[in-house]
């Protein structure tokens, strides 16, 4: 079972910030958290991870809180291609590593 | 930049018949996983290959299905006699194993309908 717990959905203007909020207060200390995203039809696609620190790349920043119990990701300008159903996964970077997708956050971006 | 391709990216077949689907990772990444995934839900994890050795399947990787990975390159999978319940996207994803936090990197999907 998915250790994160997502809203099933939200929406945002075009040109605002958007911000998907995710639990994981299961996690534990060797436990990353990822994010991925999937635009209809496509493969799943890399957004960005982090264990403690907030993180930024050119997508998406992190923030995940102290305890690490919760975390949010930050779509700055979010454009109408951003609409896209949004995993929050957490995972052990152990032997297997394999992902446990929830349902997701479907995040529709409006005009 | 090559990322993951896999082939083919739609398939119809009669419930009954064989199908095969490759998928090719980054080059030099040595991990590969498959997926399947179907409508209104989140992929769910198959099985994955460290090089061409099969680590893990998943149960719901039933007997009807096989993946290989010869050459520790690309990867197929193959699905006998097929079921309507097989109706699906399947996903394979490859990493680079190393250090904390390897990154999976998905392929566009190969989506099945079995009639």
């Known amino acids: 079972d998915a250790k994160t717990t997502q809203p099933p959905s939200m929406d945002c203007a075009e040109g605002r910030a958007a911000n998907l909020p995710c639990n994981h207060s299961t996690i534990s200390g060797n436990e990353y958290v990822y994010w991925y995203r999937q635009i209809h039809s496509q493969g799943p696609q890399y957004i960005i991870h982090g264990l403690k620190n907030n993180e930024t790349n050119e997508m998406a920043s992190l923030i995940i809180t102290e305890d690490r119990k919760s975390s949010t990701l930050i779509l700055p300008h979010a454009t109408l291609r951003d609409t896209a159903v949004y995993y929050c996964?957490?995972?052990?970077?152990?032997?297997?590593?394999?992902?446990?997708f929830g349902k997701g956050i479907t995040l529709s971006v409006r005009p | 930049d090559t990322g993951v391709s896999q082939d083919p990216r739609h398939k119809i077949t009669k419930r009954g018949q064989n199908v095969t689907f490759r998928c090719d990772p980054i080059s030099e990444h040595n991990r590969l996983y498959w997926y399947r995934q179907t409508l209104g839900q989140g992929p769910e994890f198959l099985t994955y290959?460290?090089?061409?050795?099969?680590?893990?399947k998943s149960r719901l990787l039933s007997d009807r299905f096989s993946a290989e990975r010869p050459k520790g390159s690309f990867s197929t999978l193959e699905i006998q006699r097929t079921e309507q319940g097989d109706s699906a996207m399947y996903l394979c994803?490859?990493?680079?194993?190393?250090?904390?936090?390897?990154?999976?990197?998905f392929g566009p999907g190969t989506r099945l309908t079995v009639l």
């Open positions: 994803a490859s990493s680079l194993i190393g250090g904390g936090g390897t990154t999976q990197y």
């Open positions: 996964i957490v995972r052990d970077t152990g032997a297997n590593s394999k992902l446990t």
């Open positions: 290959f460290q090089n061409e050795a099969q680590l893990e």
